[in-house]
């Protein structure tokens, strides 16, 4: 069973840093976009950053210059290090991979970690 699995959220004061991560949980080949959502109380879900499986990365404006998206392919992860926190930035944050290419070749689509809080408060 495949699973991606988020870890690193939790609660960091107002300029603070975290890294979050996901981990994808079964012999995968490779996994084409992932990318990190994230979801605010009575807020619609909003995309944050994603990245390709070569590397080419976008975010959303009100994160450029303090987040930074990466993945290691050799372990089918992703992180997203998160510095100069603002309260805004408080969510559940989620991460997505629209394609994931299972050793025996099987094609998985549009996979969807559980979500790891994070909270930036004084």
């Known amino acids: 069973q495949v699973q991606l699995v988020e870890s690193g959220g939790g609660l960091v004061q107002p300029g603070g840093s975290l890294r979050l991560s996901c981990a994808a949980s079964?012999?995968?080949?490779?996994?084409?976009?992932m990318t990190w959502y994230r979801q605010a109380p009575g807020k619609e879900r909003e995309l944050v950053a994603g990245i390709t499986g070569d590397g080419n990365t976008n975010y959303v404006d009100s994160v450029k210059g303090r987040f930074t998206i990466s993945r290691d392919n050799s372990k089918n992860t992703m992180y997203l290090e998160m510095k100069n926190m603002k309260p805004e930035d408080t969510a559940v944050h989620y991460c997505?991979?629209?394609?994931?290419?299972?050793?025996?070749?099987?094609?998985?689509?549009?996979?969807w970690g559980q979500g790891t809080q994070v909270t930036v408060s004084s």
């Open positions: 997505h991979a629209d394609q994931i290419v299972l050793d025996h070749g099987m094609r998985l689509y549009d996979f």
């Open positions: 079964a012999t995968i080949l490779s996994i084409n976009i």
